[in-house]
């Protein structure tokens, strides 16, 4: 079992940054993609962001340009560093292990808010 704890969120005024922390229980990220996902009251929860065992990224279209994604591999830790946020990135953000090779496993940390509101 691979516990997640997640960290960083708040308030923010807009146009402001954040860095979200994501630390993993074990040593994972030789065979796990990291991920952030963001979920607000009554929609299906989002990719934000997500990065390989080998470091390959890929983004939201809505967050490219300001948000990136990031590991250490001897922390076990992930993070994503969000910058000129907006409201529209008002939301729960969860950190995602998913096993990339082997048998399929896929775990999720608690979620951490992050509001953006002047």
């Known amino acids: 079992q691979v516990q997640l704890v997640e960290s960083g969120g708040g308030l923010v005024q807009p146009g402001g940054s954040l860095r979200l922390s994501c630390a993993a229980s074990?040593?994972?990220?030789?065979?796990?993609?990291m991920a952030w996902y963001r979920q607000t009251p009554g929609k299906q929860r989002e990719l934000v962001a997500a990065?390989?065992?080998?470091?390959?990224?890929n983004y939201a279209d809505s967050v490219k340009g300001r948000f990136t994604i990031s590991r250490d591999n001897a922390k076990n830790t992930v993070y994503l560093q969000m910058n000129s946020l907006e409201p529209e990135d008002t939301a729960v953000y969860y950190c995602?292990?998913?096993?990339?090779?082997?048998?399929?496993?896929?775990?999720w940390g608690q979620g951490t808010q992050v509001t953006v509101s002047s």
């Open positions: 074990r040593r994972i990220f030789s065979i796990y993609t």
């Open positions: 990065i390989t065992s080998g470091g390959s990224t």
């Open positions: 995602n292990a998913k096993r990339e090779i082997g048998i399929p496993s896929n775990y």
